[in-house]
């Protein structure tokens, strides 16, 4: 019989430095997608309560590293870290996505430019400030984009797209990199 070995999605491709860019791997923990079944005011003061975040306005992320919740598209968000209180299920949708998405870092000082190169959104700093969240493509995947510090980007794209990931944003650091 064969016996499977857990993998996270970019197992064996990073990390990563080129030039002044670290491309690296992030083990979120759990991931939650939640869509409230009506008011967000109202399931947005229970995951206060059991959470100790906001829910997020649209293109925002609320929480800190550890426990976040990113903005996911109109009516939803994703909790990522803790375990989602049960008093959640009552008033909304709750459905783990854990082994759903390839989660990656891209961080240094030329990491706005590596993306400018692959992303359809301004990310600099004076359009997309920290804690500010995307949904977008990079290159021909779907995406989230969170700006998680100075020159410092979550990227999630699906896990069967990790691999696509990585060699996209190498390719982009090495572009990037020549230019110095």
Same mark, same amino acid.
């Given at each position: ?93 709750? +459905?783990?996505? @854990?082994? =759903?998405?390839?989660? #990656? ?8 430019? !590596?993306?400018? %190169? ?38 999630? +794209?699906?896990? @069967?797209? =990790?691999?696509?990931? #990585? ?8 572009? !990037?990199?020549? %230019?110095?």
């Amino acid at each position: 019989m064969v016996e499977l070995q857990e993998m996270s999605p970019c197992a064996g491709l990073l990390p990563v430095t080129i030039g002044t860019v670290t491309l690296k791997e992030v083990a979120p923990g759990r991931m939650t997608s939640l869509s409230p079944f009506g008011d967000a005011s109202e399931f947005g003061a229970v995951l206060k309560a059991a959470h100790g975040m906001d829910w997020p306005a649209p293109g925002r992320s609320t929480g800190k590293e550890g426990a976040r919740c990113i903005w996911f598209g109109r009516g939803e968000a994703l909790l990522v870290g803790p375990d989602p209180d049960g008093k959640l299920d009552k008033l909304a949708a709750v +459905v783990d996505q @854990s082994d =759903a998405w390839a989660v #990656v870092t891209l961080e240094g000082a030329g990491a706005v430019d !590596v993306l400018a %190169r692959l992303v359809p959104v301004d990310l600099r700093d004076t359009a997309f400030k920290r804690g500010a969240t995307v949904r977008t493509q990079v290159m021909h995947m779907s995406a989230s984009i969170t700006k998680a510090g100075t020159e410092q980007f979550r990227i999630m +794209v699906f896990r @069967s797209m =990790a691999g696509t990931l #990585v060699h996209d944003l190498k390719q982009a650091m090495a572009a !990037v990199a020549s %230019r110095e």
